[in-house]
């Protein structure tokens, strides 16, 4: 395959993720936060560099589902302000709701 022919796949590839997130699928919505939380970026799926505003845009909809990962990382995100607005009382309502 040709680069370009990579390319135009990794962008099928998250078109495709971003659909079926946007759509309420766990497991897309915490596969697009961990592409976008990775230092490198995601090749497979087109995601050149880290993105934490996008990381948090996903995993927040993977913690809102209940997943208890997503959870922690929206908490950590909260407390420290990586992506969003540092908010400690909203940290903690995520804490709380890992148990």
Same mark, same amino acid.
């Given at each position: 395959? #040709?680069?370009?022919?990579?390319?135009?796949?990794?962008? +099928?590839?998250?078109?495709?993720?971003?659909?079926?997130? @946007?759509?309420?699928? &766990? +497991?897309?919505?915490? #596969? &697009?936060?961990?592409?976008? @939380?990775?230092? +490198?970026? @995601?090749? +497979?799926?087109?995601?050149?560099? =880290?993105? &934490?505003?996008?990381?948090?845009?996903?995993? #927040?909809?993977?913690?809102?589902?209940?997943?208890?990962?997503?959870?922690?990382?929206?908490? =950590?995100?909260?407390?420290?302000?990586?992506?969003? *607005?540092? @908010? *400690?009382?909203?940290?903690?309502?995520?804490?709380?709701?890992?148990?």
């Amino acid at each position: 395959m #040709s680069d370009r022919d990579l390319r135009v796949a990794a962008t +099928e590839r998250l078109r495709t993720m971003k659909a079926a997130a @946007n759509g309420g699928d &766990l +497991e897309a919505q915490l #596969s &697009l936060g961990a592409a976008y @939380n990775d230092c +490198e970026g @995601n090749a +497979e799926l087109g995601v050149k560099k =880290r993105n &934490l505003k996008e990381a948090v845009k996903w995993f #927040s909809k993977a913690a809102e589902q209940g997943d208890p990962h997503a959870q922690v990382f929206m908490a =950590r995100s909260c407390d420290t302000g990586e992506g969003v *607005i540092r @908010n *400690i009382a909203q940290a903690a309502d995520w804490y709380r709701k890992v148990g």
